[in-house]
Structure formats: structure tokens, C-alpha cells
């Protein structure tokens, strides 16, 4: 019964895009609630997902097919971003190495989102990659060699940049386990990067200071896993060194 009926609203959604959009503001939450809680279903409830993206705007919704359809060749990932402002998530710092590039980030404005992506992993066979993650995730479908764009931009010594991150990690070695020159930054000083996002910290921080985190050492876990990324040609990094 279960299947029929979200084959019947999937139909539906090809048939009228539009009614379909009113319908999913209205009742896309109950979508995502099956999404986490029925395995057996969870690929056919992903279909009527819709999500807005980068290069689409804020007005116009996207399934996660229509992404897979657009994206580059030989691209395996599905990438997005969390922020609880569409505008916001354009400007933020994640978002420098993409400039005018034609690959697509999808942005969540609910954490609910991040958690069924961060839960299931994958849709189709492409993983789900925050773009607050490791950068070498994403380098390779953007095509350039950040690398050597890094070293040219640093506006510190190449003798100076190992002691100075060395010590940019004992100073704050409670909420990074690592320091490294950015190879994605071009405007931004610095941003934290790791397998969980910035709000998702930020809400866990929360949940902590209100003694409702089941297990506080997820924090300890999340900071180890976080890497500081500065910008070496940045006023502000080298005016610290």
C-alpha cells in the first residue's frame, strides 16, 4: 500500500510540477519523517524530495534526480550546504571555489535535511558531500589545481607557515585538531571544515549548554575531527604570523 501511494504522488508531481510544489510546502516535513524512519521505502520517498540549489535559485524546486540529470560528467557526488538562509548560504566562504563554476550545491535551510543526508549517506549511487567537508573532496569536480594557487597567493614565508600553524593549533587545540593553509579561499581569513557542519555544531553546542546531549564526548569527537583552513594572503593570517 505503501509504495503504491507514493508512486501515486510521484505521478502526480510529473504530471502538475506546480501543484505538486504547493502540495510538497505543505506536507514535504512528512516526506522527510518517512524518509528517516521507513529503510524498506526510503529511495522512493527521496524521488519526491525537493530541494533549491546554487545555480536554481530559491524559487524554483529541484528533485534529487533533476541534480543527478544536470550534473558534470563523471561526477559521483551530490554536493550541498546548510544554512537557514538561502542568500546567506550564496555568500558564505564554502562557497569562494565554486565561483563560476557550473557545478551545482544543493542548499538546506533545515537541519532536519542535513540529518537524512548525513543519515543515508547516498541516493543512486552519489554521495551526499557537505561542501564544509575536506576540500579534496570537491577539488576534483571543480577541475583546478588549488594547490599551486595556495602557494602563490601566500603572502607568508614558506619557512614560517609550519611553526605558525603548529602554534595556531596549540592555541586552540580544544576546538581543532588540525591547521592547514587553504587551498579553497581566496576572500574569506579562515573557516572550519569537517565532517559535520558548522550549524549542526552550533545546534549540538546548544544541546549541551541545556544538559540535553545524550553524549557529550560527540563534541570532543567532532572538534578532533575539525581542521582550521587559513588563507595565507589574507591581511588578518599574516599580520598574525
Known amino acids: 500500500m505503501t509504495r503504491r501511494v507514493i508512486k501515486m504522488i510521484d505521478d502526480e508531481a510529473k504530471r502538475d510540477p506546480e501543484a505538486y510544489k504547493k502540495w510538497y510546502n505543505d506536507f514535504g516535513q512528512f516526506i522527510k519523517e518517512g524518509i528517516a524512519v521507513d529503510q524498506d521505502n526510503k529511495d522512493p520517498l527521496f524521488r519526491l524530495l525537493r530541494v533549491n540549489s546554487r545555480l536554481h535559485g530559491s524559487k524554483k524546486l529541484l528533485s534529487l534526480d533533476d541534480y543527478i540529470e544536470?550534473?558534470?560528467?563523471?561526477?559521483e557526488k551530490i554536493y550541498f550546504l546548510v544554512n537557514n538562509q538561502f542568500d546567506m548560504a550564496l555568500?558564505?566562504?564554502?562557497?569562494?571555489?565554486?565561483g563560476d563554476s557550473d557545478l551545482?550545491?544543493?542548499?538546506?535551510?533545515?537541519?532536519?535535511?542535513?540529518?537524512l543526508f548525513q543519515q543515508t549517506g547516498e541516493y543512486k549511487g552519489k554521495?551526499?558531500?557537505?561542501?564544509?567537508?575536506?576540500?579534496d573532496e570537491i577539488q576534483k569536480d571543480l577541475g583546478n589545481k588549488p594547490e599551486m594557487e595556495?602557494?602563490?597567493?601566500?603572502?607568508?614565508p614558506e619557512n614560517d607557515i609550519s611553526p605558525f600553524c603548529i602554534w595556531l593549533k596549540e592555541e586552540l587545540k580544544d576546538s581543532v585538531g588540525k591547521v592547514a593553509i587553504s587551498k579553497r579561499l581566496k576572500d574569506t581569513p579562515a573557516i572550519v571544515s569537517g565532517n559535520m557542519s558548522s550549524s549542526m555544531r552550533?545546534?549540538?553546542?546548544?544541546?549541551?549548554?541545556?544538559?540535553?546531549?545524550?553524549?557529550?564526548?560527540q563534541l570532543d569527537k567532532a572538534s578532533k575531527d575539525q581542521t582550521l583552513e587559513i588563507n595565507a594572503?589574507?591581511?588578518?593570517?599574516?599580520?598574525?604570523n
Open 91 to 98: 555568500k558564505s566562504p564554502y562557497m569562494e571555489p565554486f
Open 70 to 75: 544536470n550534473m558534470k560528467d563523471g561526477q
Open 104 to 115: 551545482d550545491v544543493i542548499i538546506l535551510t533545515n537541519n532536519v535535511d542535513e540529518i
Open 150 to 156: 595556495a602557494l602563490e597567493r601566500s603572502r607568508i
Open 202 to 217: 552550533i545546534m549540538m553546542q546548544m544541546m549541551e549548554s541545556h544538559g540535553q546531549l545524550n553524549d557529550p564526548s
Open 233 to 240: 594572503a589574507h591581511p588578518i593570517v599574516v599580520n598574525l
Open 127 to 135: 554521495k551526499f558531500i557537505s561542501i564544509e567537508s575536506a576540500f
